[in-house]
């Protein structure tokens, strides 16, 4: 019997890599430095780096954090969805087969799961919900985790040999940061709390603007992005998308108390406030969360890795209604509107304060 009520976060693990790697220290190993300050454009100052550790491990380190403070056993998990971009799971290489949910199974001792992965770009942890959600409300499954482990610093050691002048296309692959996140998800006891609304549109035309593709100049992958292209269609397009899904969970802007963006960098979260604010014709009454500052775009664990933060220092709490919002190449646009029950204080309960 299908089951109407909201799904929800029953938990939550983050896995960031210990190492450090700053902006200027990156910009120092680069073959032939850009002239631009990429500090102060993009408002990076560092960014965390896996050093003996892959894409699948980054995963299954958050997937154990998740398990540690959830009701659930990992035999208890009926979907493991992994939605990691990166494949690079071995050293130099990248993996398709076996998937990286099963891995991930496996490793975690999830046996009774059902597993398979989504590719969709940073939006992919949204996406694997936005799948998951259909899977719990129609009583096929009681619980499932999300879960995504993003090694893109192989991206960055690419484009330190390969970017020749501060207007490469490859640059942006500067911004990007290594990091794990992991969700369990299953069904509300109110319909107050959890997933409301969440959107998910695609405008293909505009894939030319940020992709990825083998090197023909060495080897390893290289991130191809058109920035200001990419920014001005987002920008001219998610704003109406975005009121779109507020109105459609009964909401206002003013009931919102706080946005968690997709992080690329400061400039371009800055930039896309004021688009929002000509669209509406007013400020937006909410702030919106980040740390790209400290951790860089890590792709698809980027909301996750700001919640995290965020929960740790006991700005969101129970009650807060939050408003995701992002895209990621392809171009993919996102909106989820969503209350938060009493996951903020059993995750400071488990694991601190920030």
Same mark, same amino acid.
């Given at each position: 019997?299908?089951?109407?009520?909201?799904?929800?976060?029953?938990?939550?693990?983050?896995?960031?890599?210990?190492?450090?790697?700053?902006?200027?220290?990156?910009?120092?190993?680069?073959?032939?430095?850009?002239?631009?300050?990429?500090?102060?454009?993009?408002?990076?100052?560092?960014?965390?780096?896996?050093?003996?550790?892959?894409?699948?491990?980054?995963?299954?380190?958050?997937?154990?954090?998740?398990?540690?403070?959830?009701?659930?056993?990992?035999?208890?998990?009926?979907?493991?969805?992994?939605?990691?971009?990166?494949?690079?799971?071995?050293?130099?290489?990248?993996?398709?087969?076996?998937?990286?949910?099963?891995?991930?199974?496996?490793?975690?001792?999830?046996?009774?799961?059902?597993?398979?992965?989504?590719?969709?770009?940073c939006v992919g942890m949204l996406n694997g919900i936005y799948v998951m959600e259909s899977f719990i409300k129609s009583g096929a499954i009681?619980?499932?985790?999300?879960?995504?482990? @993003?090694?893109?610093?192989?991206?960055?050691? /690419? *484009?330190?040999?390969? %970017?020749? #002048?501060? =207007?490469?296309?490859?640059?942006?692959?500067?911004?990007?940061?290594?990091?794990?996140?992991?969700?369990?998800?299953?069904?509300?006891?109110?319909?107050?709390?959890?997933?409301?609304?969440?959107?998910?549109?695609?405008?293909?035309?505009?894939?030319?603007?940020?992709?990825?593709?083998?090197?023909?100049?060495?080897?390893?992958?290289?991130?191809?992005?058109?920035?200001?292209?990419?920014?001005?269609?987002?920008?001219?397009?998610?704003?109406?998308?975005?009121?779109?899904?507020?109105?459609?969970?009964?909401?206002?802007?003013?009931?919102?108390?706080?946005?968690?963006?997709?992080?690329?960098?400061?400039?371009?979260?800055?930039?896309?406030?004021?688009?929002?604010?000509?669209?509406?014709?007013?400020?937006?009454?909410?702030?919106?969360?980040?740390?790209? @500052?400290?951790?860089?775009?890590?792709?698809? /664990? *980027?909301?996750?890795? %700001?919640? #995290?933060? =965020?929960?740790?220092?006991?700005?969101?709490?129970?009650?807060?209604?939050?408003?995701?919002?992002?895209?990621?190449?392809?171009?993919?646009?996102?909106?989820?509107?969503?209350?938060?029950?009493?996951?903020?204080?059993?995750?400071?309960?488990?694991?601190?304060?920030?």
């Amino acid at each position: 019997m299908a089951n109407n009520k909201n799904i929800k976060i029953e938990s939550l693990g983050i896995y960031l890599p210990e190492t450090v790697l700053t902006t200027s220290e990156l910009l120092s190993q680069c073959k032939h430095p850009p002239s631009l300050d990429l500090e102060k454009i993009t408002g990076i100052r560092e960014r965390r780096m896996a050093v003996g550790e892959y894409a699948v491990d980054l995963a299954v380190k958050s997937a154990e954090n998740a398990l540690k403070m959830s009701r659930y056993s990992a035999e208890d998990l009926d979907m493991i969805i992994c939605t990691s971009i990166s494949k690079y799971n071995r050293k130099d290489e990248v993996d398709f087969e076996p998937s990286t949910s099963m891995v991930i199974r496996k490793r975690i001792g999830a046996l009774n799961a059902i597993n398979f992965d989504i590719n969709n770009a940073c939006v992919g942890m949204l996406n694997g919900i936005y799948v998951m959600e259909s899977f719990i409300k129609s009583g096929a499954i009681k619980c499932g985790m999300v879960v995504s482990g @993003e090694l893109n610093m192989p991206l960055v050691d /690419t *484009s330190k040999q390969e %970017i020749r #002048h501060s =207007f490469d296309r490859q640059l942006a692959a500067l911004t990007l940061g290594d990091g794990g996140a992991a969700i369990i998800l299953d069904k509300s006891d109110s319909d107050k709390y959890g997933l409301h609304q969440l959107d998910l549109i695609t405008g293909a035309k505009h894939n030319h603007y940020c992709y990825s593709k083998p090197s023909k100049r060495g080897p390893g992958g290289v991130l191809i992005t058109k920035a200001r292209g990419l920014q001005r269609k987002g920008a001219e397009h998610f704003p109406f998308y975005l009121k779109k899904t507020v109105e459609k969970s009964g909401w206002t802007m003013d009931d919102i108390d706080y946005g968690i963006p997709h992080q690329i960098a400061v400039g371009v979260i800055k930039r896309n406030i004021k688009a929002t604010n000509r669209f509406l014709g007013e400020k937006i009454p909410f702030r919106l969360l980040y740390n790209v @500052e400290r951790v860089a775009n890590t792709t698809t /664990t *980027s909301y996750f890795i %700001i919640l #995290h933060e =965020f929960l740790l220092n006991n700005t969101i709490r129970k009650d807060h209604n939050l408003l995701f919002v992002g895209g990621g190449s392809g171009m993919v646009i996102v909106q989820a509107t969503y209350t938060m029950d009493d996951l903020p204080e059993r995750y400071i309960s488990k694991f601190g304060t920030a």
